[in-house]
């Protein structure tokens, strides 16, 4: 389990990813934690990573009609420029649900690469992220977002580690709870 305070998040990794502390990428000027990452794996003389989850709480002070599903699409389309550079990102899919008694998205980005070394790289993979509207906007304070991130290669790439599946991007995602 991996408890992320500053996300607001609580949520479940499989038990053969790898819980990384250090890893705090920085996406979109915001900054993310509570990383863990699935399937390392060196390819002509490359590290790569099958599949990896992260987590935030994104705030927008100049922008008051703020939405969880307006800052899943954001996030969506720059994790996947930062992680696919170059690949094709469709328009994601969105799911209305609520977490925790609060409104939340489900932003689905399928994204298709072609990279000079199918064998060593994703050819397909996606940027699935569960928004949630914190609802805790005050005078001063914008309403904050709860993200949680995970990008996955779907196809492409040796065969060991093996690609993740959508399944199981989902049952991490559904399975997110607050805190």
């Not at 922008?63 to 170059?86: C, L, N």
Request: aromatic share 6%; with cysteine.
């Amino acid at each position: 389990m991996i408890n992320n305070p500053d996300a607001h998040l609580s949520y479940r990794v499989p038990t053969n990813w790898q819980v990384d502390a250090t890893a705090k990428p920085t996406v979109a000027g915001v900054d993310f934690s509570g990383t863990a990452a699935y399937g390392s794996y060196t390819c002509g003389g490359t590290g790569y990573s099958r599949a990896f989850a992260t987590s935030a709480t994104a705030q927008n002070p100049s922008d008051k009609d703020i939405t969880a599903e307006k800052t899943a699409k954001t996030f969506t389309a720059a994790f996947s420029r930062v992680y696919f550079p170059g690949a094709t990102v469709a328009e994601p899919d969105i799911r209305q649900l609520e977490v925790g008694g609060k409104k939340a998205v489900v932003a689905t980005a399928v994204v298709t690469a072609k990279p000079a070394d199918p064998t060593c790289a994703s050819t397909r993979g996606e940027v699935a992220i569960l928004a949630i509207d914190l609802d805790n906007a005050t005078a001063d304070r914008p309403r904050g977002i709860a993200l949680l991130v995970v990008a996955a290669d779907l196809a492409g790439g040796p065969q060991t580690p093996a690609p993740m599946t959508e399944a199981a991007v989902d049952a991490i995602l559904s399975g997110a709870t607050l805190r």
